[in-house]
């Protein structure tokens, strides 16, 4: 990751900042769940650096980025990637996104903005009204607080504990992240979310769906649902996944994608 660029990029009166493998390959852009940040796709990253230009942003309220008081629903999230793919000259991009940057991905395609070449949702936060109300409801956000008051060191140990499969530097990663995510970051869990069967609709570009086969948001069901309301869409499914598909098979989600890009290259 030390050769890897970092940089700032100003849109919308705040700072984004990124991670970018750099070259002159076509631009792939990761977008992170809540509690991520760019670094997280270090794995994939490396599986499809020697083909692409791969930028990772933090979203605003994670990472290095800006956290401003207000702004972090969904169209927010989807004017910053706009702005950041303005911004950096990306030229016909694609976007892969996972979880809350799944969403933001479809929403930001589903607006035909930035001349996006190609979508790659993994386990999208494709909610219905009333899961939504449910999630908002729960814990996480102060579960979330407790957290921050962690020491690494033992977030690190909390994780490992209850992931057992992730690899020792994913862990790692994860919590740093976590650890740098303000609470403002979960306005996005606040209802209504853009209505996921509208947003991919309204999508013009080839749409890889990815999910895995242990509990994850979007069912084998939702995914099929998902796929006759625009023929464009594809399903993946990767075994052995939950919803955390990209730090449980990182190996297995480099292959499905570098694969499906070189078809829309």
């Known amino acids: 990751m030390t050769t890897w660029m970092s940089g700032v990029c100003e849109t919308n009166g705040i700072n984004i900042h990124y991670l970018r493998t750099g070259g002159a390959n076509p631009p792939v852009v990761l977008l992170h769940g809540l509690t991520g940040n760019g670094a997280c796709w270090a794995p994939l990253a490396r599986v499809l650096e020697g083909e ?35 911004g950096l000259e990306l030229s016909r991009p694609v976007l892969l996104g996972h979880s809350m940057g799944g969403m933001t991905a479809a929403v930001v395609a ?7 070449r190609g979508l790659i949702l993994v386990d999208p936060t494709f909610l219905s009204p009333e899961r939504q109300r449910e999630v908002r409801d729960s814990d996480v956000a102060e579960q979330h607080r407790r957290t921050l008051g962690m020491q690494k060191s033992d977030l690190v140990a909390q994780l490992r504990a209850r992931h057992p499969r992730r ?26 979310n853009p209505e996921y069967r509208d947003v991919v609709s309204a999508i013009d570009v080839p749409i890889l769906l990815v999910i895995g086969d242990s509990n994850p948001v979007v069912t084998l069901e939702m995914a099929t649902e998902v796929r006759s309301l625009n023929p464009r869409v594809r399903i993946e499914q990767v075994q052995d996944a939950s919803h955390g598909l990209p730090f449980e098979q990182p190996e297995r989600l480099g292959e499905v994608v570098a694969s499906f890009l070189r078809e829309l290259a």
């Not at 020792?168 to 306005?187: G, N």
């Open 52 to 86: 692409f230009d791969v930028v990772m942003p933090d979203a605003r309220g994670h990472g290095g980025s800006s956290a401003p008081h207000h702004g972090y629903r969904y169209d927010d999230h989807a004017s910053d990637v706009a702005g950041l793919i303005r």
């Open 110 to 116: 589903s607006r035909g903005a930035g001349g996006i």
């Open 167 to 192: 690899s020792p530097e994913i862990v790692a990663l994860l919590a740093e992240a976590r650890l740098k995510t303000r609470m403002s970051a979960f306005d996005v869990l606040t209802p209504p």
